[in-house]
């Protein structure tokens, strides 16, 4: 933990950083203890692989080292139009098209419908933890609590990687979007340098210029910031009606007689793909701190901003499918081209700056994300403490905005879009299946009073379901054709393990305000459909999630595991001075 000096050093300081504010720690403070730390590391691995936290930690001591709080300014209302504006970008424009074409044909709708309830049984489990747990961490915390240091770090430390890709992507694609409005090529704008590799030479100043913006206004107010986010996803959504008003004029019901040209199969295998147009709804989470009533505003923001995006998205994409017929449908730019092909070019640009307007909400809730994703990780001291401190003016997280602003930023100038569309991995489906096997842990274990027999058949229960959800994948991803055999075999024992873990272990929790309903069925079926699209990613992805974990792990093992374990030694400390404070105070009365 960071000692009152060290807090008062540097606010004194302002800019002046030292060593202190970065590894403060005892083990830190000279090269003997250093390795000394490093001649413990099993013993030390060993603690931070059994400890867990708990909710009275996460609350009140995580947060006090941020010095200051944050401000509670925001509602459901905002809630609803940050989780439309987190996840509606520029996904239907691009992503409908593939879908449509190369998979599902017209029944592409049916496809956003199954990965869009895929995305509502993962909002579901966030939103329990959100009103139990409402800290800046988001999923980070939630996995302390229930999974333990170790793989809250793990699942952090691969997010925050696909924050900086999405970001740097997404602010890529702004510039793209704004040539398109200016009738130019992208690389127009771009300082395009023939000495660089292709990948890297047409540097972006305006994705920089973007995000800095975003940054300022970030970093300024969350009040204000939004207000901005929801005018502008007002504005996004007055435009996609637009769009799908002028869209329907054009409508031939004669585009529908081949619904589903490639079956079931093809269905599935677009929704895999769709999946991707609703991630971003977790960077809500992490706004707990700032949220006047979480146990009213969370549930009704997070889950029904996320109603709403599935029925735009379900609507456009039957559009687009009633405009042209499916075959027809250019994986690129399909609303655009839809929109040329029905003699209406000038659709284009109001298409672009649709697709620009969402760009700018995803990419302000990708930094605000980010940055309390690091707030909470720096107070555990699994970051440097610094970027946990809160300003107090603002009642913003200044510095984690500023670091991760400055990373988006670096990426997005100098890395074409080609080589960070191959960048973004299995990060989000990964951290979306360990909060729903979080959420189950949380209501059927509690330490001290579930029994040894309650504990090793949940155990059993979960390896089970996870087992059974992994074989399901793989049997998609390896078996061509109408193989129903082993479908019927592994979905059998998954259900069959969800069902036992119904029957036969008793719930050791109930939520205090909000619950997942139809426990312990549908944390379970979202592990299940989570490891399910995981089966639809490519090797690439895998082998490039695997290596950054293990990159991960390496720097874990040298300087979060010690930074951690000396933070946890000082905050027990500190609570059994505070415990013997308080006899001796109540032996005086």
């Known amino acids: 933990m960071v000692s009152s000096g060290s807090n008062n050093s540097i606010k004194k300081r302002g800019c002046a950083l030292t060593k202190q504010d970065f590894l403060p720690e005892e083990s830190f403070q000279s090269w003997g203890n250093y390795a000394k730390a490093l001649s413990s590391m099993k013993t030390r691995l060993k603690d931070r692989l059994l400890a867990r936290s708990d909710d009275n930690l996460e609350l009140h001591a995580m947060r006090a080292r941020s010095e200051h709080e944050m401000k509670k300014t925001l509602n459901w209302f905002d809630l609803i139009w940050f989780g439309i504006g987190a996840v509606m970008g520029a996904g239907i424009f691009v992503l409908t098209g593939e879908a449509a074409r190369n998979d599902a044909g017209p029944a592409v709708v049916i496809s956003y419908l199954i990965s869009g309830t895929s995305a509502l049984l993962s909002v579901l489990c966030y939103t329990e933890f959100s009103v139990e747990l409402p800290v800046a961490g988001g999923s980070f915390a939630y996995l302390r609590v229930e999974l333990g240091d170790f793989i809250a770090y793990i699942a952090a430390g691969n997010i925050l990687f696909e924050y900086v890709v999405a970001g740097?992507?997404?602010?890529?694609?702004?510039?793209?979007?704004?040539?398109?409005?200016?009738?130019?090529?992208?690389?127009?704008?771009?300082?395009?340098?023939?000495?660089?590799?292709?990948?890297?030479?047409?540097?972006?100043?305006?994705?920089?210029?973007?995000?800095?913006?975003?940054?300022?206004?970030?970093?300024?107010?969350m009040k204000g910031s939004s207000r901005f986010n929801s005018v502008a996803t007002i504005i996004h959504l007055v435009i996609l009606l637009f769009i799908l008003v002028t869209g329907l004029t054009k409508a031939n019901p004669a585009n529908y007689e081949s619904f589903a040209p490639n079956g079931i199969r093809g269905i599935l295998k677009a929704s895999a793909v769709l999946f991707f147009?609703?991630?971003?709804?977790?960077?809500?989470?992490?706004?707990?701190?700032?949220?006047?009533?979480?146990?009213?505003d969370i549930p009704i923001g997070l889950i029904g901003s996320m109603l709403i995006t599935i029925t735009v998205y379900c609507i456009?994409?039957?559009?687009?499918?009633?405009?042209?017929?499916?075959?027809?449908?250019?994986?690129?730019?399909?609303?655009?081209?839809?929109?040329q092909a029905a003699g209406m070019n000038w659709a284009k640009f109001i298409v672009a700056l649709g697709a620009l307007k969402g760009m700018t909400t995803v990419l302000l809730a990708n930094i605000i994300g980010q940055?309390?994703?690091?707030?909470?990780?720096?107070?555990?001291?699994?970051?440097?403490?610094?970027?946990?401190?809160?300003?107090?003016?603002?009642?913003?997280?200044?510095?984690?905005?500023?670091?991760?602003?400055?990373?988006?930023?670096?990426?997005?100038?100098?890395?074409?879009?080609?080589?960070?569309?191959?960048?973004?991995?299995?990060s989000t489906l990964f951290i979306f299946s360990l909060v729903a096997l979080a959420l189950l842990v949380r209501r059927y274990y509690v330490t001290g009073e579930t029994s040894n027999s309650d504990r090793n058949k949940l155990i059993g229960f979960l390896a089970v379901i996870i087992v059974s959800s992994i074989a399901t994948a793989v049997y998609w991803a390896v078996v061509e054709g109408n193989g129903w055999v082993g479908y019927v075999v592994t979905v059998s024992i998954w259900f069959l393990a969800t069902l036992g873990l119904q029957l036969s272990v008793k719930q050791a929790r109930k939520p205090k305000m909000w619950g997942v309903p139809l426990l312990p069925w549908l944390p379970s079926a979202c592990i299940a459909a989570n490891v399910f699209i995981m089966g639809s990613i490519d090797k690439p992805s895998f082998v490039r999630f695997i290596l950054w974990t293990l990159v991960l792990l390496l720097y874990y093992l040298f300087v979060p595991l010690h930074a951690s374990y000396d933070a946890a030694r000082e905050t027990e400390r500190t609570a059994d001075a505070s415990r013997a404070s308080n006899i001796e105070a109540g032996v005086a009365q």
């Open 277 to 296: 147009a609703y991630v971003g709804f977790d960077g809500v989470a992490t706004l707990g701190e700032e949220i006047k009533n979480p146990g009213r």
């Open 168 to 221: 740097a992507s997404v602010a890529r694609s702004w510039t793209s979007y704004f040539a398109t409005l200016c009738n130019h090529d992208p690389n127009d704008f771009r300082i395009n340098i023939s000495s660089f590799p292709v990948e890297y030479g047409h540097l972006d100043p305006i994705a920089v210029a973007v995000s800095i913006a975003i940054c300022i206004g970030a970093c300024i107010s």
């Open 371 to 426: 940055a309390r994703y690091f707030t909470h990780i720096g107070r555990t001291h699994m970051a440097p403490p610094i970027l946990a401190a809160i300003n107090e003016r603002t009642g913003t997280p200044m510095n984690a905005t500023v670091i991760m602003t400055i990373a988006n930023a670096v990426v997005a100038f100098f890395t074409s879009l080609d080589v960070l569309s191959n960048l973004l991995s299995i």
């Open 316 to 339: 456009l994409s039957g559009t687009l499918c009633l405009m042209q017929p499916y075959s027809e449908i250019d994986v690129d730019a399909p609303f655009t081209k839809a929109f």
